[in-house]
């Protein structure tokens, strides 16, 4: 796990000495994602400059130093993250007569890269953010990994094109556009976190997971995509229950065994949930691997997963530690967490994602996560919601009276929903309504069973959310964090799944509740999921978050109001705006920090 930057001058016409210093400026930014080596390379032609920050994870000797050429000296690359399948890579790579001098992934990279071009990302198996130099092409490629797990960040201004993990190392670029807009800002607010390309600053972009982008003299292409995640479409199960659930065991044995490959001490975190513990119940049986795991829970708050987490270490046998929060104590973390956002995440399961983190670090240097499971295997309350709300409305969807796409994009996944944007900004932004309503007519447009064009959307759009939250909070701790479902064979099951396979008698995520049901007793498994966070009508965190605004104001001018009325922000702390809670106060609390820690223009 590392940071990257990059910066290239798109025609050639800016001092090489000077996108030196821009890409060391850049990468100085995010080095507490690389504590352990830098690294800086500069294209033979001047155009074009690599950075690196290093966290030592595979041979972590200098043999893995970033930047890395590939072993004819006709590339080099700079590289965040893991290929699991290195080694067999390697393999295919050395019969082909590609010498190496380390185990290093990077290596595997850049020559398979160097050998086969883009189509090489076709055959990796891991979690990636890469630049790519051509030295005889004069091509830089930027790709990023199937779902999103690691960031990169891109925008072009002034004959520039700037990369990098993290929005904040662009904004260290002389002449970087740091405009917002009150369109970026009711984006930011509906959906907890910019999603798709978007970011908070109008002219920055986000490469979509699954897509990559080429850059050469004088022109820099649009992203195409190389991988595509699709739901199946009406049909029965194939195969008897107990197959399927043989093969989705299988699989993830396969993705943890390779996920639980590194030179420094591996853990996990365990929510009491089905999907941490259903890997964590693999590992220690099946793989028969000690493992230390961790846990965040909340004081005084029924809803915290703690004890459910703690009895299923006890039950696996791992040497488990938790850490339990105050909710007023979580509230306390707003301040110093959004300030070292890159961009601001509304996600309240930031705090115990930072705190577990931060726990963990202290005895390891990779944790395993569950993230992916819910998407992946229907797993969340809000699909069960929206199918029984679709329930005997077939004919008013024929006749366009009511729609699948605006029941699910409502208050069930939206923090601020259609009326609740009218009410901060009178309207609904222009751009934030129309990304709404493309996002609600892919699902109406769609025919495939409910359930699958949720899952499908989520992927796209909901799950980059959730990983860029995990990235950030475990990085600013160097952690770094694996989830076996995101292995493309565990995707490519789950999307050929039929709705049938993954909700059956109201239980949503059948088939993988099947499986921990092999290792875990029944009875907790079919427990109600609560979720690594807390409840957002908690009224000791709501009224602890309607404080922390009050001081924010009363140290002066709030920097939201430049996009939100005073008096609209006023009704919030007198707790007077319609359907508030505490997600509501937390998301506007995050964001005026972050704007106050931030360079920015507003409109």
């Not at 020559?111 to 990302?121: H, I, K, Q, S, V």
Request: charge should be negative; aromatic fraction near 8%.
């Amino acid at each position: 796990m590392c940071g990257i930057a990059g910066i290239m001058s798109i025609h050639g016409q800016h001092d090489p000495e000077w996108l030196k210093q821009q890409a060391n400026r850049m990468v100085e930014a995010i080095t507490y994602r690389g504590p352990d080596d830098r690294g800086l390379w500069e294209s033979d032609d001047g155009r074009c400059v690599l950075a690196h920050c290093r966290l030592s994870i595979l041979d972590i000797s200098p043999a893995g130093h970033q930047p890395m050429h590939d072993a004819q000296q006709r590339a080099c690359i700079v590289f965040n993250g893991e290929i699991y399948n290195h080694p067999e890579l390697g393999g295919r790579l050395k019969d082909a007569g590609v010498s190496f001098s380390s185990h290093s992934d990077t290596e595997v990279l850049v020559n398979g890269l160097a050998r086969e071009g883009a189509d090489f990302l076709t055959r990796l198996e891991g979690m990636f953010a890469l630049a790519f130099y051509d030295r005889e092409r004069r091509e830089l490629l930027l790709a990023r990994d199937p779902f999103g797990e690691k960031p990169l960040y891109y925008a072009e201004f002034d004959g520039l094109l700037v990369f990098a993990s993290e929005l904040a190392a662009l904004s260290r670029v002389p002449g970087f556009p740091t405009r917002i807009t009150v369109d970026t800002v009711a984006h930011y607010l509906a959906f907890q976190h910019p999603i798709g390309e978007r970011t908070l600053y109008q002219h920055a972009r986000k490469l979509l997971p699954g897509h990559l982008m080429r850059a050469v003299t004088g022109e820099v292409s649009q992203a195409e995509r190389y991988f595509h995640f699709i739901c199946a479409g009406d049909h029965m199960p194939s195969r008897p229950l107990g197959e399927q659930v043989d093969q989705l065991e299988e699989l993830l044995l396969r993705s943890l065994s390779r996920r639980l490959v590194a030179d420094v001490p591996v853990g996990a975190f365990l929510s009491g949930g089905v999907d941490s513990s259903t890997a964590v119940a693999l590992i220690t049986r099946r793989l028969q691997r000690p493992i230390r795991t961790f846990s965040i829970g909340f004081e005084q708050v029924p809803e915290s997963e703690h004890k459910e987490a703690r009895a299923f270490a006890d039950f696996l046998g791992t040497e488990h530690t938790e850490q339990l929060l105050r909710p007023d104590a979580f509230v306390e973390q707003v301040g110093d967490l959004a300030r070292r956002m890159d961009e601001p995440n509304a996600d309240t399961s930031c705090v115990p994602t930072y705190m577990v983190s931060k726990l963990a670090r202290q005895q390891v240097t990779v944790a395993i996560t569950g993230d992916g499971g819910d998407e992946l295997f229907g797993g969340y309350g809000r699909y069960l919601q929206t199918l029984a709300a679709a329930e005997g409305r077939e004919q008013q969807m024929l006749a366009r009276s009511w729609h699948l796409g605006r029941e699910y994009y409502s208050g069930r996944i939206l923090l601020y929903a259609d009326r609740q944007l009218e009410q901060l900004f009178g309207r609904i932004p222009s751009g934030t309504g129309d990304h709404l309503m493309a996002l609600r007519r892919r699902i109406d447009m769609d025919s495939r069973p409910y359930l699958n064009r949720l899952r499908e959307a989520d992927i796209a759009n909901y799950l980059p959310l959730v990983l860029a939250k995990v990235d950030r909070m475990s990085m600013l701790h160097s952690l770094e964090c694996r989830t076996p479902y995101l292995s493309t064979e565990v995707a490519q099951f789950a999307a050929g799944l039929a709705q049938s396979e993954l909700i059956v008698q109201g239980q949503s995520k059948f088939l993988l509740r099947q499986l921990a049901k092999r290792y875990l007793p029944t009875e907790w498994i079919n427990r109600p999921k609560k979720g690594f966070s807390i409840d957002p009508f908690n009224q000791q965190a709501k009224d602890c978050a309607i404080n922390k605004l009050y001081q924010l104001s009363a140290a002066g001018q709030l920097c939201v109001h430049d996009f939100i009325s005073p008096d609209i922000l006023r009704s919030m702390q007198e707790n007077k705006f319609a359907g508030m809670s505490f997600n509501h106060v937390w998301a506007i609390v995050i964001l005026e920090v972050w704007l106050q820690s931030h360079s920015f223009n507003s409109v």
